[in-house]
């Protein structure tokens, strides 16, 4: 590989960014992460030990590797704590105007050839990389919670997104472990394009009553082998989370399947958000 990545920073340390600083710090590499303030880095060091002890439990890790993991893993709450790392990672809230600002910040704070990866799931990677002073540096790298366990990593290049840093990014995602896959700028890329229309249609079927969320989950997991069902599963991903995805990907394709279900949208304002807020199509301890 042309790049040498063995520091690498990833702002945001939610679900997804933890996660992401997980499979990071698990293949050997120095990790930077940046929270907006204590509490968020707090947050994210939770999801870090919840997660290293499922492993633990799973027999994927020994204690002395879950030490020596977390021990890669530095927390800042300023992005100037980015300025030494070979690759940025983006996994904030999905709001085109915060990674702008994470981005223009980071010109500044990085070297001209770092490589910008946004995990974003639902906004556009050519939008973002315009509003940096490098677009041709720019990708999306994006991981399925959960990230330490779900093996794909959809590689997204813009019109502009120089050929050799894809091939570095793919190179990289496979020395994570991952299985890569390449594509254009779309809303949803592959796998959710794909997944939410099929999520968004087990929620308008629960919403006019034709069968009970556990019926709805437990016919796609015995009758498709699917590991979870989809009510389950969108409360793995996040009722927000989901909305936001489908509402891009319907105002771009104007695909009536990506139109948002009601219920989606009630349950949100109701605040139950899925596994996060403690309920959401299920209740949680
Ligand atoms: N590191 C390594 N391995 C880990 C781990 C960690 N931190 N945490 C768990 N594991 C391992 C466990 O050891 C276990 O391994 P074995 O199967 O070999 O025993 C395996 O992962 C499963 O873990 P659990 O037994 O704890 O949990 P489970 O069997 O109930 O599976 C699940 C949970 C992995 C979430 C599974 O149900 C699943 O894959 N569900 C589907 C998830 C999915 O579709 N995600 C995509 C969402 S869409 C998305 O993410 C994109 C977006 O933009 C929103």
Same mark, same amino acid.
């Given at each position: 590989m042309a790049r040498e990545i063995s520091t690498v920073g990833v702002v945001g340390l939610g679900t997804m960014g933890a996660g992401i600083a997980e499979v990071l710090a698990r293949s050997g590499l120095d990790v930077v992460a940046?929270?907006?303030?204590?509490?968020?880095?707090? +947050?994210?060091?939770?999801?870090? +030990?919840?997660?290293?002890? +499922?492993a633990l439990t799973g027999g994927k890790l020994d204690e002395a590797g879950r030490a020596e993991l977390l021990g890669r893993i530095r927390g800042g709450t300023s992005l100037s704590a980015l300025s030494e790392v070979d690759l940025v990672i983006e996994a904030i809230p999905e709001s085109l105007q915060?990674?702008?600002?994470?981005?223009?910040?980071?010109?500044?704070? /990085?070297? &001209?050839?770092?490589?910008?990866?946004?995990? /974003?799931?639902?906004?556009?990677?050519?939008?973002i990389g315009v509003h940096t002073?490098? &677009?041709?540096?720019?990708?999306? @790298?994006?991981? %399925?919670?959960?990230?330490?366990?779900? !093996?794909?990593?959809?590689?997204?290049? /813009?019109?502009?997104? !120089?050929?050799?840093?894809?091939?570095?990014?793919?190179? %990289?995602?496979?020395?994570?472990?991952?299985? &890569?896959?390449?594509?254009?700028? +779309?809303?949803?890329?592959?796998?959710?394009? *794909?997944? %939410?229309g099929y999520l968004n249609h087990a929620v308008r079927m629960y919403e006019q009553r034709y069968a009970t969320r556990e019926d709805l989950d437990a016919a796609m997991r015995y009758g498709c082998g699917y590991p979870m069902g989809p009510l389950a599963l969108l409360d793995l991903i996040g009722l927000d989370t989901a909305y936001e995805?489908?509402?891009? @990907?319907?105002?771009?394709?104007?695909?009536?399947?990506?139109?948002?279900? &009601?219920? *989606?949208?009630?349950?949100? /304002?109701a605040g139950q958000l899925g596994r996060k807020s403690g309920?959401?199509?299920y209740a949680y301890a």
């Open positions: 940046v929270e907006l303030d204590d509490a968020g880095l707090e +947050r994210g060091l939770g999801h870090l +030990r919840h997660s290293t002890e +499922r915060a990674k702008a600002a994470v981005f223009a910040e980071l010109d500044e704070v /990085t070297r &001209p050839d770092v490589v910008f990866a946004s995990n /974003t799931s639902a906004l556009s990677i050519t939008e002073a490098r &677009p041709g540096k720019v990708v999306g @790298m994006h991981f %399925f919670n959960p990230a330490p366990v779900l !093996e794909l990593v959809e590689v997204v290049r /813009t019109v502009v997104t !120089e050929a050799e840093v894809v091939d570095d990014v793919v190179a %990289f995602a496979r020395r994570l472990g991952k299985a &890569p896959v390449v594509m254009g700028d +779309r809303a949803g890329f592959i796998a959710n394009a *794909l997944l %939410f995805i489908l509402d891009t @990907m319907y105002h771009q394709s104007r695909n009536r399947l990506h139109s948002p279900a &009601p219920l *989606l949208k009630q349950m949100i /304002t309920r959401g199509f």
